[in-house]
């Protein structure tokens, strides 16, 4: 008889708090396309100025290897930056993050 209060109380408890959140904001939704551009700049360090490439800190680590902890090689750093910069370009990456059907919308993306 108790258990069944618990969960009674429990679902009562999370229906009210469900009724009192409020809906995702438009604004708040990100974009692949923007995750993307944020993820190489930020992250990668990867700058555009001015026709010229700058690189910033990066802190993408190496997971395996010698060099297990450090920053990925520059060579890698180009790729990932070349490889993201080409994949927010492409029209097929304006879908938010929380899309119900991201995988399909990636599966497109990727497809040659």
């Known amino acids: 008889m108790w258990e069944q209060t618990g969960s009674d109380f429990e679902a009562d408890l999370l229906a009210?708090?469900?009724?009192?959140?409020?809906?995702t904001d438009v604004v708040k939704r990100i974009t692949l396309?923007?995750?993307?551009?944020?993820?190489?700049?930020?992250?990668?360090?990867?700058?555009?100025?001015?026709?010229s490439v700058t690189w910033n800190e990066c802190h993408v680590?190496?997971?395996?290897?010698?060099?297990?902890?450090r920053p990925v090689a520059?060579?890698?750093?180009?790729?990932?930056a070349a490889d993201a910069q080409q994949l927010a370009a492409s029209d097929?990456?304006?879908?938010?993050?929380?899309d119900p059907h991201v995988l399909r919308k990636v599966r497109k993306l990727l497809s040659p």
């Open 16 to 23: 009210g708090s469900l009724a009192v959140s409020k809906a």
């Open 33 to 51: 396309k923007s995750y993307l551009e944020k993820w190489r700049t930020t992250v990668l360090g990867h700058q555009l100025s001015e026709g």
């Open 61 to 69: 680590l190496s997971q395996r290897g010698r060099n297990r902890g």
């Open 74 to 80: 520059m060579a890698t750093r180009t790729d990932y």
């Open 92 to 98: 097929d990456s304006q879908f938010f993050l929380c």
